[in-house]
């Protein structure tokens, strides 16, 4: 079975210091991707991040960094210099289709607040 | 970016009554849907994979005659909620792909608040 855990129900930052978002993965597929998701308020889901599970060097897209341990099975979320804007819900999700005709299973979620 | 539009964005409906929510994909070929259902500070459920011209899969637990979906073009799945209740509020969310590789990402509309009275 697939499974997504986001062990942080919520977080909470500095303006301009770095947090982590943590997850942890289970997936008896060798073949699968592993996204992070933002929802701010407004309910839509806005893509930060991809990582395959074959890459060996772990994403980034500008302040966002996944730091990607295949053995361990973890996919943490590293944002960097946080803004104000950064407060929101963040969603780790994975996607794998031999086992699961490709739908995107997601963890619990994780509220971030960034305090001024 | 692609980008997925779904209507309407909020609805409020009475008690028994249908609700169709739509969603389409403007600017690529959606060969699959994903239908969710999210409850305040909670995650994304799954609850139905729909792919064009075939009929949805429904994931464990959700009522197939409760939730209509409709995948009738690469462009456009409904979802209709029949003989509503208030305990079917909730935010309904559709994503679309047009490819099935692990390494594509999903786009995902804006979500439909639904409140039944």
């Known amino acids: 079975a697939q499974k997504i855990t986001q062990t942080q129900p919520g977080m909470f930052v500095q303006e301009k210091e770095a947090v982590t978002l943590d997850c942890t993965y289970d997936t008896s597929d060798q073949s699968y991707g592993l996204f992070w998701y933002k929802q701010p308020s407004s309910g839509e889901m806005i893509f930060l991040i991809y990582?395959?599970?074959?890459?060996?060097q772990n994403a980034t897209e500008g302040r966002y960094s996944l730091n990607f341990q295949k053995a361990r099975k973890s996919a943490n979320l590293v944002i960097s210099a946080s803004q104000l804007g950064d407060s929101a819900m963040y969603f780790c999700?994975?996607?794998?289709?031999?086992?699961?005709?490709?739908?995107?299973?997601f963890g619990q979620g994780t509220t971030l607040q960034v305090k001024p | 970016g692609a980008v997925v539009s779904q209507h309407p964005s909020w609805v409020i409906c009475k008690s028994g009554t249908s609700v169709k929510i739509e969603c389409r994909s403007l600017d690529f070929q959606a060969t699959t849907m994903f239908w969710y259902r999210q409850f305040p500070k909670q995650s994304l459920m799954l609850m139905a994979t729909s792919n064009e011209g075939s009929k949805a899969t429904y994931e464990q637990g959700v009522e197939k005659d409760k939730f209509l979906i409709n995948h009738a073009s690469l462009t456009l799945s409904t979802l209709t909620v029949t003989s509503a209740h208030p305990e079917d509020s909730s935010f309904y969310i559709c994503s679309a792909t047009s490819e099935g590789g692990f390494n594509e990402k999903l786009f995902f509309g804006s979500g439909t608040q639904l409140s039944v009275l």
């Open positions: 990582q395959g599970s074959y890459d060996e």
């Open positions: 999700a994975m996607r794998a289709v031999r086992h699961n005709t490709g739908k995107l299973i």
